[in-house]
């Protein structure tokens, strides 16, 4: 399964998150999960732990999207814009094998096809604000270490 796949099906699996709670959630994305023929079941346990994983961290990532985009309450986001930010700053956070820009990039390109006509500038700006706070985190985090 290639990586571009593997973000396709988690951000589906992430878009359930607004419809679902657990432990529904879970057993929703398995069943969706073992509807994806082509997957194989090692893809399918790896895909669903991932899945588990940001099910996990939904709350922290609302918090940090909420935080950092000033005016834009998240119920105000489509759901597909709010999926596709939230996979993507987990990929930012938590997956060390995607570079910053890679998460960014792709989530842009999943919002050609699954969001509107203004989700891709959407999704991309939310994302810089993002990351532009994820740097400063970063720093002031490095700056309270040396002392």
Same mark, same amino acid.
């Given at each position: 399964? =290639?990586? %571009?796949?593997?973000?396709? /099906? $988690? !951000?589906?699996?992430? !878009? $359930?998150?607004?419809?679902?709670? #657990?432990?529904?959630? =879970? ?17 399918? &346990? ?7 994983? *940001?099910? @996990?961290?939904? &709350? ?5 999207? $909420?935080?950092? =985009?000033? @005016?834009?309450? *998240?119920?105000?986001?489509s759901k597909v814009d709010l999926s596709l930010v939230r996979l993507a700053l987990?990929?930012?956070?938590? #997956?060390?094998?995607?570079?910053e820009k890679v998460a960014v990039n792709e989530a842009v390109e999943l919002a050609k096809v699954f969001g509107g006509d203004d989700s891709p500038k959407f ?7 993002? /990351?532009?706070?994820? %740097?400063?985190? %970063?720093?002031? %985090?490095?700056? #309270?270490? @040396?002392?």
């Amino acid at each position: 399964m =290639t990586r %571009k796949k593997m973000r396709e /099906l $988690s !951000f589906k699996m992430v !878009f $359930s998150c607004n419809f679902y709670k #657990d432990p529904e959630l =879970t057993e929703e994305a398995s069943l969706f999960l073992e509807q994806q023929e082509e997957l194989t079941d090692e893809e399918r &346990e790896m895909l669903l732990a991932r899945g588990k994983d *940001i099910f @996990g961290k939904i &709350e922290e990532l609302d918090q940090v999207i $909420s935080e950092n =985009t000033e @005016g834009w309450r *998240i119920d105000r986001f489509s759901k597909v814009d709010l999926s596709l930010v939230r996979l993507a700053l987990y990929e930012i956070r938590y #997956d060390p094998e995607v570079p910053e820009k890679v998460a960014v990039n792709e989530a842009v390109e999943l919002a050609k096809v699954f969001g509107g006509d203004d989700s891709p500038k959407f999704v991309n700006g939310v994302l810089a604000r993002l /990351l532009r706070a994820e %740097k400063k985190e %970063k720093e002031e %985090k490095a700056e #309270d270490n @040396g002392r």
